[in-house]
């Protein structure tokens, strides 16, 4: 069985991108992103089915087409509401931004394949505030930007924190050591605001239901560092961001093809802007390119 209770009224579909569930009624579930793919999408509302339940919503905690790629299949079949952070919206409904945004421009083929732009659903509730009201249940919202600038946490009424990819699970790290960041500083602030969270139940968007989240969150930590020190140790002599980006896959071993590539390389612009940020390097513009170099 793939939905797997979590308290009363909290669940979620085990998949490798899960989805969470929580049940509004006898007849009606909200979700917590929608799978990987229009396929699990299908999948998703066919378990969900057997149990007698329809989606009213789906709240996404993100953009990224694992999280997303479901809504589209359930929008059109449930005609669901879709809530979403203001930023994430301008993604969900224009799903080029995402390989553009890694590419800087209209990306190349490999770029355009199902994880990196899904089909595009459309949002139609933009979360503001902190909390958000759905068939007289209230859902609070937390923001943990830094994996991407506009991702939120959810926490269902019965206490159920789904923190999408804030946390990535000691397992994922060990077989790819490395985090996607779009904002440094935002993400170590979440992680803190994490570490300092108390609710009965953490689920992780890839790997489930956790209990020592504050164990994973000092890992996520340490390999950050590992990633930081890289590229401190590279720049002691002036670099180009695509030295650095080859230097952090050759040194971590991470496995790649083109999307991850460009994922990392994006992810390593991040780095480089906290540590500018941060005052340990500066870009320099030197023989006829730019290179970031130790202060
Ligand atoms: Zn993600």
Redesign the pocket.
Known sequence: MRLKQITDRSYYIDFPSLVGVYRLNDSDCLLIDSGASKAFGKRAMKILAERGLKVHSIIN??F?G??SGGNQAIQKASNCDIYASKLEKVFLENPILSPYGIYSAYPIAPLKNKFLMCEPSLVTEVIEGDTITIMDEEFKIINLAG??LG?IGVITPDGVLFV??AIISDKNIEKFPFL?IANLAYHLETLEKLRETNYPAVVL?HGGLIKDWRGAISLNEEQIKVIINIILGFVKEAKSREEICDEVIKKLDLPINTSQYFLISASVSAYLTYLCEENLISSIVAEHKVSFVSK
């Open positions: 905690t993100h990224h694992d999280h994996h991407t991702q999408g990819d996607y968007s």
